[in-house]
């Protein structure tokens, strides 16, 4: 065997123990985790909520004509539709508070539309304690625990066959001063002919869509058609924080009984 044959056998032999070392050496090292950063950055986005909060009338006067009911199926169809949506990158969620008796109360939390699995129907009785909704959801609003800084602009809705029955100047006052009523879309339907119209359009901050009047089922049916698809339509958008106008115009196709109110 030759030198050179000798030094390039002792040279390989030399190579091979080095990456063996070298491998067994790795093999006890612990191994490098990747950066949580890095792993964060391959997630899919936490879609943010788009809270839709609905103040409803149930005083004893909605139980008139079939009002109560026509509203019931037609906030049913809305949450139905709400729960359909893929929450890419907004989450729809929804709370309703009622306002029939002697105060208002929550008859269902802020929840996401998904998650619903039914909601317990109106039941219209007593007076109009609209005031006590206004200090209701100007409370629910302000609560970072249940509408996170995150979340998108809401949407309140609210919905009136008559005129308040308690103190409300001030509760409206409230909720219109409150931060984020300010930045919210307020919406509202005056019901029939003994709707405060005057009142409930203090209540909308919507240039171009003032109180929407509902003379029958239709119109009830149709106002909350316009509101599902408006929402839906900013849930999908690239800005979700973009209030869409409400369109009025379309024609409806239902199951609904929609005779007259």
């Known amino acids: 065997m030759g030198w050179a044959s000798y030094e390039e056998d002792n040279s390989s032999r030399f190579h091979q123990a080095t990456v063996i070392r070298s491998k067994e050496h790795d093999a006890l090292m612990p191994k490098k985790e990747v950066p949580a950063t890095k792993l964060k950055a391959f997630a899919a986005p936490e879609p943010r909520p788009l809270p839709v ?57 802020l929840v996401p539309a998904n998650r619903i699995a039914g909601v317990e129907a109106f039941k219209a009785a007593g007076r109009t304690p609209m005031g006590s909704a206004f200090e209701l959801a100007c409370k629910l609003l302000e609560d970072k625990q249940q509408i996170p800084s995150r979340a998108y602009r809401p949407v309140l809705i609210l919905v009136s066959d008559g005129a308040p029955t308690d103190e409300w100047e001030a509760a409206l006052d409230a909720l219109k001063s409150s931060e984020r009523a300010q930045k919210a879309t307020r919406l509202a339907m005056a019901i029939g002919a003994g709707a405060d119209r005057a009142m409930l359009g203090q209540f909308v901050n919507d240039r171009e869509t003032p109180v929407f009047e509902a003379d029958g089922a239709r119109d009830i049916v149709k106002f909350f058609k316009a509101v599902t698809m408006s929402v839906v339509a900013r849930s999908s958008s690239v800005s979700p924080d ?20």
Request: proline share 4%; charged share 25%.
């Open 53 to 109: 909060i609905v103040l409803a009338d149930v005083s004893g006067s909605m139980s008139e004509n079939g009002k109560i009911a026509v509203l019931n199926d037609a906030l049913k169809s809305m949450i139905i539709s709400f729960s359909k949506e893929s929450r890419l990158r907004a989450e729809i969620q929804v709370g309703l508070i009622t306002f029939g008796g002697e105060v208002a109360k929550e008859h269902l939390p």
């Open 242 to 261: 973009q209030p869409l106008p409400l369109d009025l115009g379309s024609d409806l196709s239902d199951d609904l009984d929609l005779d007259a109110l």
